[in-house]
């Protein structure tokens, strides 16, 4: 099945790609910006609950990756 995430860049296909592989182990997922110019994202994935998981999984990431530059952030203004 193919998923248009509107308004979305390289910046989530780069992070989603990996969750997706890590989703799909025998089975093609994708995703991909069209054009250079383009505004949205195209996700080709076996179904819907394998994109709903890599997204969940995408957000958990970037939780994540803000927390520690948070506390990086504090250590540095404790120094």
Excluded: W, Y
């Excluded at 780069?14 to 799909?24: M, V």
């Excluded at 939780?63 to 540095?76: A, C, V």
Aim: include cysteine; charged fraction near 30%.
């Amino acid at each position: 099945m193919e998923v248009k995430l509107e308004n979305q860049c390289n910046t989530l296909g780069s992070i989603l790609r990996e969750h997706l592989e890590l989703e799909c182990n025998d089975e093609f997922a994708t995703c991909v910006v069209p054009e250079i110019s383009s505004t949205f994202l195209l996700v080709t994935t076996p179904d819907i609950s394998v994109l709903r998981k890599s997204l969940l999984g995408c957000k958990e990431e970037l939780k994540s990756l803000e927390q520690n530059l948070f506390k990086r952030k504090q250590k540095r203004k404790n120094s």
